[in-house]
């Protein structure tokens, strides 16, 4: 019997993906649970696994885009290996090895699969074969016992297939290469457009000395570590100052929908991570309840998860304030854009030893600029000014962040 391998429904208002790569091949045997590929969508990839066992056949290429519903593979469960006790599995090859070979099995298996047509051909040259319409029997074999490949067919292909992988085959002479946008980048576009066009987005600075957050970093570290197996990093001191900024002034967390101004009185920061598919922003949920061990798990798990290409899309869904750290790639000053609906974005960047005037006194200290970009529909710059120096104030002295270390 076989059984169809469908896309399924992986988030509201997501309606195709990409089969980004494929873990298992045709002709491949599977195992229920075993993961057959990836599914790469606007948000999220997701791993799609076998729910029955049987051997595999590929109905997508890798890269093609399909529709939610739509059948990618078919798995053969009438191909299933039959299981033998061990004990019955030694008596029967005991007979095997008394019983004599018979004459007919000794001749040519190369020409007895010439005799048998399409019923030795894997599932992918099958499939190239029905659609190219070509003939296997006029198909010289390479494979064992001269068994039809992936590689014979394709090379029966007509003149023009053969013209693209000649051209394939000398990287580096095309003036310009195109390819398709992943559906996440394509997301990702749409979303920085819409900010752009749909908000009064405006940046404010400021600077802050680092030196006070460094030495308690490393006085802390090693008990820290110890403690909670996971080293101190910058980023939860950054989210327990936003949170006090938020506190302070409650406007920035709030979002605009239509005619009405929607104030949220809880705290579901996220933290963009950059991944090779793209910029993604997992939110850390009620970051003011949790200790900086538990925002520093939350954003190592996420990272891992990011990487792997196995958030979730509620992993990405409902913050109500960003913050996006540019310096991990030396960014000395950006102006971040807005994630919406929210009405505000921190920006983070490189720390930088900086002559300073401290006490009439020029001193070189690690400095870090910082950004917010903010909906001035919602917020004026009078409040946005005071968001960042209250975040400046709580990271110059850690001593007005809740420390639980």
Same mark, same amino acid.
């Given at each position: 019997m076989?059984i169809e391998?469908k896309?399924?429904?992986v988030g509201?208002?997501?309606s195709?993906g990409?089969?980004s790569v494929?873990h %298992?091949?045709?002709g491949d045997?599977?195992n229920p649970?075993?993961?057959? +590929?990836?599914?790469e969508t606007?948000?999220?990839?997701?791993?799609i696994?076998?729910?029955n066992?049987?051997?595999l056949?590929?109905?997508?290429?890798?890269?093609q885009e399909v529709?939610?519903?739509?059948?990618?593979?078919?798995?053969d469960d009438?191909?299933?290996?039959?299981?033998i006790?061990?004990a019955?599995?030694?008596?029967?090859?005991?007979?095997?090895?008394?019983?004599?070979?018979?004459?007919?099995?000794k001749?040519?298996?190369?020409?007895?699969q010439?005799?048998?047509?399409?019923?030795?051909?894997s599932?992918?040259?099958?499939?190239?074969v029905?659609?190219?319409?070509?003939?296997p029997?006029?198909?010289?074999?390479?494979?064992?016992?001269?068994? !039809?490949t992936?590689?014979?067919?394709l090379?029966?292909?007509p003149?023009?297939?053969k013209?693209?992988?000649?051209r394939?085959?000398?990287p580096?002479?095309?003036? +310009?290469?195109?390819k398709?946008m992943s559906? !996440?980048r394509?997301k990702?576009?749409?979303?920085?457009v819409m900010a752009?066009?749909?908000?009064?987005?405006?940046t404010? *600075?400021n600077e802050?000395?680092?030196?006070?957050?460094?030495?308690?970093?490393a %006085?802390?570290q090693e008990? *820290?570590?110890k403690?909670n197996g996971? %080293? !101190?990093?910058?980023?939860s001191?950054?989210?327990?100052?936003?949170?006090e900024? !938020?506190?302070a002034?409650?406007?920035?967390?709030?979002?605009?929908?239509?005619?009405? +101004?929607i104030?949220?009185?809880f705290?579901?920061i996220?933290v963009?991570?950059g991944?090779?598919r793209?910029l993604?922003?997992?939110?850390?949920?009620?970051?003011?309840k949790?200790?900086f061990?538990?925002?520093e798990?939350?954003?190592?798990?996420?990272?891992?998860?990011?990487?792997e290409?196995k958030l979730k899309i509620?992993?990405?869904?409902?913050?109500t +304030?960003?913050i996006?750290?540019?310096?991990?790639?030396g960014?000395l000053?950006s102006?971040p854009?807005?994630?919406?609906?929210?009405?505000g974005?921190?920006?983070?960047h490189?720390i930088m030893?900086?002559?300073?005037a401290?006490?009439?006194?020029?001193e070189?200290?690690?400095?870090m600029?910082?950004?917010?970009?903010y909906?001035?529909?919602a917020?004026?710059?009078?409040?946005?000014?005071?968001?960042?120096?209250?975040v400046?104030?709580?990271?110059e002295?850690p001593?007005?962040?809740?420390?639980? *270390?």
């Amino acid at each position: 019997m076989s059984i169809e391998v469908k896309i399924p429904a992986v988030g509201e208002s997501i309606s195709s993906g990409v089969v980004s790569v494929w873990h %298992k091949k045709s002709g491949d045997f599977v195992n229920p649970g075993d993961a057959l +590929f990836t599914l790469e969508t606007e948000k999220v990839s997701t791993e799609i696994v076998a729910e029955n066992a049987g051997v595999l056949e590929a109905k997508a290429a890798e890269g093609q885009e399909v529709k939610i519903g739509e059948v990618v593979a078919i798995i053969d469960d009438s191909k299933v290996p039959e299981v033998i006790p061990p004990a019955e599995k030694k008596a029967t090859l005991g007979e095997k090895k008394k019983q004599p070979i018979p004459p007919e099995t000794k001749a040519p298996v190369a020409s007895k699969q010439k005799s048998t047509g399409a019923e030795v051909l894997s599932p992918a040259v099958r499939r190239i074969v029905e659609e190219e319409h070509l003939e296997p029997a006029k198909i010289s074999g390479t494979g064992k016992d001269g068994r !039809l490949t992936k590689g014979d067919v394709l090379a029966a292909h007509p003149e023009e297939e053969k013209e693209d992988r000649d051209r394939q085959a000398e990287p580096g002479t095309e003036r +310009f290469t195109r390819k398709k946008m992943s559906p !996440l980048r394509r997301k990702i576009a749409a979303q920085l457009v819409m900010a752009q066009q749909t908000a009064a987005i405006l940046t404010t *600075f400021n600077e802050c000395d680092m030196s006070a957050i460094q030495e308690l970093r490393a %006085k802390s570290q090693e008990g *820290f570590t110890k403690k909670n197996g996971i %080293k !101190l990093g910058l980023m939860s001191f950054f989210i327990k100052a936003a949170v006090e900024a !938020l506190k302070a002034v409650p406007v920035v967390n709030g979002r605009i929908e239509e005619d009405d +101004f929607i104030q949220n009185n809880f705290y579901d920061i996220g933290v963009a991570v950059g991944t090779e598919r793209g910029l993604i922003v997992p939110i850390v949920r009620d970051a003011d309840k949790k200790s900086f061990a538990e925002l520093e798990l939350d954003i190592a798990g996420y990272a891992v998860k990011a990487r792997e290409g196995k958030l979730k899309i509620e992993d990405l869904q409902g913050g109500t +304030f960003t913050i996006s750290n540019g310096g991990v790639y030396g960014s000395l000053l950006s102006t971040p854009i807005l994630n919406p609906p929210q009405s505000g974005i921190l920006g983070m960047h490189k720390i930088m030893p900086r002559p300073v005037a401290i006490d009439k006194k020029v001193e070189v200290r690690p400095m870090m600029y910082l950004a917010l970009s903010y909906d001035h529909r919602a917020v004026d710059g009078k409040e946005a000014v005071t968001f960042l120096i209250k975040v400046k104030e709580c990271i110059e002295d850690p001593k007005k962040l809740p420390l639980d *270390f």
